[in-house]
């Protein structure tokens, strides 16, 4: 297949008008900038006392790239800054399982799924269709999040820096690669999970997998135990594709018309 | 149109349609009647190439519905109503039927006109723009209706059309099952409404996992109770009795009061012959008439049997 077939976008297109009126949806997709693009970022950063001891930074040496020439304060801010990225890669991890679960066990439980499967269209561009209108809303509230943040950390702190602190190279290849892999993650364990379930929170725990990892990884930056390196986030990104391309055979097995009508529907 | 030989669909260890066989005509409106977990709804599925046979063959429109590319032109061709009238509660009834026709890729102008003339046929063009959420299961069949209509399927495959609907909305979809059979289009009618599928349908089946039986409805009637004549006379004799029984054409008859109840092959033919012997015979008749049955009577021997056997 060259491009997207015209099924696909049409499937995108009425995704994206169902999303835009769920309520659920909309509020838990809002949620997301509103704590850790503002509420976060200026907690800690309004928090940071102006003199900061080298002993209050003992923990974070060497964790920061680039630290030698900076001050305490300068320290403290970029590691608590760095600490957020996590929660960059939780969103377009958790996001996709509101919208897919909905979109997929919602249409299993509205009946909505036989009629689906009747029209000429093919079973690959419904599950492509389903995966970007999950996919393309979590990736962009990532991106608009982030934005937000960059923002907010950079005219809270370009007096103190100078210059501006966001986005590094780890962030924009965690935003740009790791983000969006691990978005089709989240949806293609979505199809998988919903293919065994009809009861929509079940399909919405999928969330948890990702929950568990993400704050691991913040807690251990946090207490100066971790620092995500470039390297990291590449190896990340490399295991998040094959888990990915797993996934997606998975779910083709998963989402066949036979499957999809005598046990889901 | 459609064509079914030895058509077997089994889930597991269970056997849901056992070796069916039917073929139904351009035109033709077919009925398929069964008791609850018949396999109707699994033939339907079938032919509508929305889940594979696990034996036999079966060709809709002369094409395969085996063959992967063959069964998406099919599901382009064919129309569905579904048991179960499922739509995207939040968008309007006009979204909702758009998505679809998109779906059936039909020209934009075109799919426009249908929607609009079957939500002005089934009384649902004021709510176009609203909500599918609150709507009553009426309204509801009435828009699976249209959805299963507005792409000019050549094959209509119908659960229970007029299940939910009042008497006027259930009238109107019976006069456009009529109009469809006009237009040369085939209709593949599943109901447990007897009286309606008399009334549509050309011919019937009936199905409990296997075929019972298949034919017009007034024959499925006479295969399963044969046909009786009543001729009431003012007084029977013996003599009269005796008469009508010898005669070559009676299979059988009975006295029930001042009636013969006399079973024949074709009364067209045999009653002439019948009322001039019992006329001859000094018989004084005071009506003629046959018995009937209804499809309901037929249906439930025919089921009734299978399940005793």
Not at chain 1, 28 to 51: D, E, G, R
Not at chain 2, 277 to 299: K, M, S
Request: contains cysteine; charged residues 20%; neutral net charge.
């Amino acid at each position: 297949m060259t491009g997207l077939s015209i099924d696909v976008v049409t499937i995108v297109k009425k995704e994206f008008e169902e999303v835009i009126k769920n309520k659920y949806i909309l509020t838990t997709m809002a949620s997301f900038p509103l704590v850790f693009s503002i509420a976060i970022p200026l907690l800690y950063l309004l928090a940071i006392p102006v003199n900061v001891t080298a002993a209050d930074i003992a923990p974070f040496k060497g964790l920061i790239p680039g630290a030698e020439g900076m001050t305490s304060r300068q320290i403290l801010i970029s590691v608590l800054v760095q600490s957020n990225l996590p929660f960059y890669l939780l969103m377009p991890a958790v996001i996709p399982t509101v919208i897919s679960s909905y979109s997929i066990v919602g249409e299993k439980k509205c009946g909505t799924l036989e009629p689906l499967l009747a029209t000429p269209v093919s079973t690959r561009d419904v599950l492509a269709g389903k995966t970007l209108a999950a996919v393309i809303p979590s990736v962009a509230i990532t991106w608009v999040s982030f934005a937000i943040y960059s923002l907010l950390v950079n005219s809270m702190t370009f007096d103190i820096f100078g210059y501006t602190i966001v986005p590094d190279l780890i962030w924009l290849v965690a935003l740009m690669v790791t983000a969006p892999l691990l978005s089709i993650m989240s949806v293609y364990l979505s199809v998988v999970v919903s293919s065994r379930v009809s009861d929509i929170r079940a399909a919405q725990q999928v969330s948890a997998v990702f929950v568990i990892p993400v704050l691991s990884v913040f807690i251990l930056e946090l207490f100066g135990y971790l620092s995500l390196t470039l390297a990291m986030i590449i190896l990340l990104s490399i295991v998040i594709g094959i888990v990915d391309l797993v996934l997606v055979m998975a779910s083709a097995r998963a989402f066949r018309r036979d499957e999809i009508l005598t046990k889901w529907a | 149109m459609i064509e079914a030989r030895r058509l077997s669909r089994r889930f597991g260890d269970f056997s849901a349609v056992d070796s069916i066989d039917l073929e139904v005509g351009e035109g033709e409106v077919f009925g398929l009647l069964g008791p609850n977990g018949a396999g109707k709804t699994t033939t339907v599925r079938m032919l509508a190439c929305l889940i594979r046979p696990t034996g036999g063959a079966a060709y809709v429109c002369g094409r395969s519905v085996y063959d992967p590319a063959a069964a998406r032109e099919i599901r382009g061709m064919v129309g569905i109503l579904t048991e179960t009238s499922g739509f995207y509660d939040e968008l309007s009834v006009y979204k909702n039927l758009r998505f679809y026709a998109d779906l059936y890729k039909m020209d934009h102008q075109k799919a426009q006109q249908n929607i609009d003339y079957y939500l002005r046929l089934f009384d649902l063009w004021d709510v176009r723009n609203s909500r599918v959420a609150g709507f009553s299961k009426g309204m509801r069949q009435k828009l699976a209706l249209t959805r299963c209509l507005v792409h000019e399927p050549r094959v209509v495959f119908m659960d229970e059309p007029t299940s939910g609907l009042d008497p006027e909305s259930a009238r109107i979809v019976r006069d456009s099952i009529r109009s469809l059979k006009a237009e040369g289009r085939t209709i593949f009618l599943c109901t447990h409404n007897l009286d309606e599928a008399e009334r549509l349908c050309d011919r019937i089946a009936i199905l409990d996992k296997r075929i019972l039986s298949v034919d017009t409805p007034q024959r499925i009637k006479y295969s399963a109770y044969g046909r009786k004549v009543i001729v009431r006379l003012d007084c029977i004799s013996d003599r009269i009795a005796s008469i009508v029984h010898g005669m070559d054409h009676v299979r059988r008859v009975e006295s029930r009061g001042n009636d013969l109840l006399i079973d024949v092959d074709d009364p067209d033919t045999d009653n002439p012959e019948i009322i001039s012997a019992i006329v001859g015979a000094g018989g004084r008749i005071q009506y003629v008439g046959e018995q009937r049955h209804t499809l309901e009577d037929a249906y439930i021997k025919l089921v009734g049997d299978r399940v005793e056997h």
